[in-house]
């Protein structure tokens, strides 16, 4: 487990952290490499540094991520709506003033 500490409340006090488990760092940091390159890709269908960026990842990223994937998704809907939300809390929490 991985955890992200949160900056102090109004009043000094530490806020919960977030801690994030292996396979969701591994599927966050995955879609964090991805999306660009997709995005690059959709408006950019031929250039070679897309293709070069997106072989890159399936060469490198692209099997654990899959695997990750597939154990978060054995935990069941609710347990990772509820993941999603705590998460989302402490983001936001994170970027309050």
Partial sequence: ?????????DDGQ???AIVLDPDEIT???AYARLLPIIDRLINEPFDRAVHAAMLSY???EAEA????FERL????ETTLAGR?????AGLDRMAAP
């Fill in 27 to 29: 599927v966050g940091n």
């Fill in 14 to 16: 530490p806020l919960r």
């Fill in 73 to 76: 998704v054995t935990r069941g």
């Fill in 1 to 9: 487990m991985t955890e992200f500490p949160l900056p102090p409340d």
């Fill in 65 to 68: 991520a899959a695997d990750a």
């Fill in 58 to 60: 399936l060469g490198s």
């Fill in 84 to 88: 999603a939300m705590e998460i989302e």
